[in-house]
């Protein structure tokens, strides 16, 4: 681990706060099947980045929405961000960490406080857990949402061979958005660029190897990473039951009357002697 003082969590106020997100967006997505990049294959009738993007750009503790994309994704992008109200989006590199450096140097200019950095392929964030880590960052200064690790964990040897269990206590399974102190992140991404790093595959890894104490918070089962055809297969097939659980009723109520001036009904106020 590379210990550097950075802008930590001690310099992040409570109040008048300003939140921005990164969403990745610039990969290729190939295991995931089709003729598109993931990000743009559509499930339940839109592409996968609109919710992602959407999400955060309809929450009212986001001021600013940077997209990054890929140079060859301009007609595909425009046509599924029609309507959202987000930056003009900016060029990936050729990782993942590359891509939210260019993300975050795009948002210097707008000076957030806070930034949460959102995988595009996890369509299904909740605005809750958008608060959640916002509040996470706000306490902290880094924080990632997780969920506990509910399979036995075995390690292998080169031939497939169990060469033990793993306890499994302290394990968690990591998903986005992951939120930081702003200046905190783009120091950290801008050290392990003048370094020579490019392999962090999340920017809590990279924050971790900067110095910065990283915390967690509740993530949700929900917020699935599509990578593979499969994987659109199984949500599109969930969010289709869970779409399809419509139930009606019929019934009545019976209240005693009294001396007044007016009568409620469904939510309107009727004036009336009782």
């Known amino acids: 681990m590379m210990q550097r003082h950075l802008s930590g969590p001690g310099n992040i106020a409570l109040h008048n706060i300003k939140v921005a997100a990164v969403v990745v967006a610039a990969g ?5 099947g089709g003729n598109l990049p993931k990000q743009y294959r ?3 009738g839109e592409p996968v980045i609109r919710p ?3 999400t955060l750009a309809r929450h009212t503790a986001i001021s600013a929405v940077q997209p990054v994309i890929h140079p060859d994704d301009g007609e595909l992008y425009g046509r599924a961000i029609d309507g959202l109200d987000v930056l003009p989006p900016v060029h990936g590199g050729a990782s993942r960490q590359a891509s939210v450096c260019a993300g975050l140097e795009a948002l210097e200019p707008h000076r957030p406080d806070l930034v949460l950095v959102h995988d595009a392929a996890r369509p299904f964030a909740s605005a809750a857990l958008v608060a959640r880590a916002i509040a996470a960052a706000q306490t902290s200064g ?14 292998i040897d080169a031939a497939g061979c169990v060469t033990g269990t793993v306890d499994r206590t302290h394990l968690r399974l990591v998903q986005t958005p992951q939120s930081f102190g702003f200046i905190g992140l783009l120091d950290a991404h801008r050290l392990a660029k003048a370094a020579g790093r490019d392999d ?3 920017d809590a890894a990279l924050a971790e190897w900067a110095g910065l104490t990283v915390t967690t918070f509740e993530g949700e089962a929900g917020n ?3 990578t593979t055809n499969d994987d659109f297969t199984r949500a599109e097939a969930t969010k289709l039951a869970a779409l399809s659980d419509v139930r009606t009723g019929f019934g009545f109520d019976v209240h005693q009357f009294g001396d007044g001036d007016h009568v409620m009904l469904g939510g309107i106020r009727i004036a009336h002697p009782r």
């Open 142 to 155: 880094a924080a990632v949402p997780v969920i506990a690790v509910a399979d036995t964990v075995k390690t």
């Open 224 to 226: 699935v990473k599509l």
């Open 42 to 44: 559509s499930i339940l």
């Open 28 to 32: 290729r997505g190939l295991r995931a």
């Open 200 to 202: 962090f595959t999340d």
């Open 52 to 54: 992602s993007l959407a």
